[in-house]
């Protein structure tokens, strides 16, 4: 098996499981706000096989992967019912933070299992220093403001015209798609999210040589 498709399907694999929390803190927000949509779908769970979704789980982050320069995939989407949110607006946006905010979370605690593992001489480091580069890129791409991307929670606050709003509602998908293609973006989020790996780890172990 070539090797970049070895690393690309360690990155798949990796990517599943950040998805995982990523998607249950979205779920666990929504349901201790009151909705119960979640629970009801079997999503308050760290099982990966609740979240996954094959396009946008596996074969398009592989696909891209092999590309190179950046990476692009989604879990499978958690289903809310604003209605039900206490809050309004302001739970809505709770529970679409709640994914990236647990994406951080997880980069930070990887961090700390590396800086002890690289104290040991532990191989696995190399490991760790790759999901948490892949837990950051999550979160940074998923704080970009385009629907369904958890980043359009922010668009009711921007007061944007009303026309603006629906159209990136009905074609944020494609408008993503397009700027990727287009554009180094995928590339900018990469080396956003190394360089802030590589500041986690210089915290938790500033000896070692990331």
Request: glycine share 8%; proline share 6%; charged share 10%.
């Amino acid at each position: 098996m070539p090797e970049n498709f070895q690393f690309a399907i360690l990155q798949v694999l990796l990517f599943w499981m950040l998805t995982t929390p990523h998607e249950f803190a979205h779920a666990w927000v929504a349901d201790r706000l009151g909705d119960d949509t979640p629970r009801l779908q079997g999503r308050v769970t760290l099982n990966p096989l609740a979240h996954l979704d094959w396009i946008g789980t596996v074969f398009l982050p592989i696909i891209t992967s092999l590309m190179g320069g950046g990476f692009f995939g989604w879990g499978r989407a958690v289903m809310v019912n604003p209605l039900r949110l206490r809050g309004g607006v302001r739970g809505h946006f709770l529970v679409a933070f709640a994914g990236p905010a647990s994406n951080v979370v997880f980069a930070v605690l990887f961090a700390l299992v590396a800086g002890v593992l690289v104290s040991a001489g532990s191989d696995l480091a190399s490991l760790l220093a790759m999901s948490i580069r892949l837990s950051l890129y999550l979160a940074l791409f998923n704080l970009l403001p385009v629907p369904p991307l958890d980043g359009s929670a922010v668009l009711p606050f921007l007061k944007l015209p009303e026309g603006v709003v629906n159209e990136l509602y009905r074609s944020g998908f494609v408008v993503l798609i397009i700027v990727f293609s287009l554009t180094d973006l995928a590339g900018v989020l990469s080396n956003w999210s190394w360089a802030a790996t590589r500041t986690l780890l210089a915290w938790f172990s500033p000896a070692s040589a990331y």
